[in-house]
């Protein structure tokens, strides 16, 4: 069965500070996708990145950089230099390609920038 | 400019109530999505169109319907609604490519239902 495991409910950091958000998936497809997703406290759901199953290079955008590995099963997500806007739930998610369009997504991680 | 957008934004209504969500996409999309999201923030699909094909149903309630009159279009009716319907819908829409398979989804803003 597929599944995306944020272990980190909520993470609270001073403005500035890195931080590093958690995500690890469980498939036995070879051809899948990861995604990460933000919900700022206004609600809506802004898309972050995509990643697919034979693309292991980490990437940079910005302050946000993202590390895939599949020998951990792992995705993480980190922003550095955090700021107050930064402040969402971020949510990673994982589609097959056997599932057609179906994601499924983590439970979420609160994370507080505080000023 | 909106590229997904929902209508209305805020629900609020009795049990045993019918009602509809409405769901528009631009952006030229082929495959649209609902999901529904619980007060925990826990999000989870629905059901998925593509070409106005139903392509995913989850397990979802009979008292749930989707229709797609066009692949622009994408609605939601509940019947006899439920204190547990209570969530925030959101629907999403993606390229068709290969039926939407790995490609980004772009979620409207969402619709908040209150059932009383």
């Known amino acids: 069965a597929q599944k995306v495991t944020q272990a980190q409910t909520e993470i609270s950091v001073v403005e500035k500070e890195d931080v590093t958000l958690d995500c690890v998936y469980e498939t036995r497809d070879t051809t899948y996708y990861l995604f990460w997703y933000k919900q700022p406290p206004s609600g809506e759901l802004v898309f972050l990145i995509r990643r697919n199953s034979f693309d292991e290079q980490n990437e940079i955008s910005g302050r946000y950089s993202w590390n895939f590995q599949k020998s951990t099963s792992s995705f993480n997500f980190t922003i550095t230099a955090s700021q107050v806007v930064d402040s969402a739930v971020y949510f990673c998610a994982l589609s097959l390609y056997s599932s057609a369009s179906k994601i499924i997504f983590g439970s979420g991680t609160r994370l507080s920038i505080r000023p | 400019d909106t590229a997904v957008s929902q209508t209305p934004k805020y629900l609020v209504t009795q049990m045993g109530n019918d009602k509809s969500i409405k769901c528009e996409q631009n952006?030229?999309?082929?495959?649209m999505y609902w999901y529904k999201q619980d007060s925990k923030k826990f999000l989870k699909i629905m059901f998925s169109?593509?070409?106005?094909?139903?392509?995913i149903n989850e397990t979802v309630p009979n008292r749930f319907s989707p229709k797609s009159p066009d692949k622009a279009h994408l609605n939601l009716h509940i019947n006899s609604l439920e204190l547990g319907d209570s969530a925030v819908y959101f629907c999403?829409?993606?390229?068709?490519?290969?039926?939407?398979?790995?490609?980004?989804?772009?979620f409207g803003p969402g619709t908040r239902l209150t059932v009383l």
């Open positions: 169109y593509n070409n106005k094909e139903l392509i």
């Open positions: 952006l030229g999309h082929d495959t």
């Open positions: 999403a829409s993606s390229q068709d490519w290969d039926r939407g398979r790995g490609n980004e989804q772009f």
